[in-house]
T-cell receptor, first 113, second 109 residues
């Protein structure tokens, strides 16, 4: 399967811990997005990379959320320190520059106790 | 293989006309959601359906779990409807949302 791969599928953390979520985009895609799924609004954008450069850092999520893209085929989202309100599904998606369609990973379900 | 197939990938409409987007599922899904990508890149929820149809303004969505598809109808399209629309389905017994790859809608004067 050459789609977007996210690991782990589930993550359980205690308040105050550091967790790192991982994403491998579709091979050849230049754009990578991190989203957090909320029941009320849908998917809030956390970070957006184009050709490994951070284009959007999600404003409200700056202080404890940090996304990195060390190479074109791997990205991480670090949450430090975690809080119970961070419990959510985190989704990674990639696309080809100029194409508005997104290819999503299956997501990571984070539970912070 | 892909569990959610969204079509068309791109759609052009003239103002005042309408059309439908469709998502087919390879397996039984318990619910479907439709989203629109906003200017900031976030995906805003348009509809959540576990069955039947829902309507909101010029948008109407239908979901048939048994026949494994969902549709999003747009009528009387306006220029501001241009954007990218996504469907996402919840498989039975799973918390995961499985996304279609999106439809780029362009509404022309």
């Amino acid at each position: 399967d050459a789609g977007v791969t996210q690991t782990p599928r589930h993550e359980v953390a205690e308040k105050g811990q550091t967790i790192i979520l991982k994403c491998e985009p579709v091979s050849g895609h230049n754009d990578l997005f991190w989203y957090r799924q909320t029941k009320i609004q849908g998917l809030e954008l956390l970070s957006y990379f184009r050709s490994k450069s951070l284009m959007e850092d999600g404003g409200a999520f700056k202080d404890r959320f940090k996304a990195e893209m060390l190479n074109s085929s791997f990205s991480t989202l670090k949450i430090q320190p975690t809080e119970p309100k961070d419990s959510a599904v985190y989704l990674c998606a990639s696309s080809q520059t100029g194409d508005e369609r997104l290819f999503f990973g299956h997501g990571t379900k984070l539970s912070v106790l | 293989g892909d569990q959610v197939e969204q079509s068309p990938s791109a759609l052009s409409l003239h103002e005042g006309t309408g059309s439908a987007l469709r998502c087919n599922f390879t397996t039984t899904m318990r619910a479907v959601q439709w989203f629109r990508k906003n200017s900031r890149g976030s995906l805003i929820n348009l509809f959540y359906l576990a069955s039947g149809t829902k309507e909101n303004g010029r948008l109407k969505s239908a979901f048939d779990s048994k026949e494994r598809y969902s549709t999003l109808h747009i009528r009387d399209a306006q220029l501001e409807d241009s954007g990218t629309y996504f469907c996402a389905a919840e498989a039975s017994g799973s918390w995961q949302l499985i996304f279609g790859s999106g439809t780029q809608l362009t509404v022309m004067p």
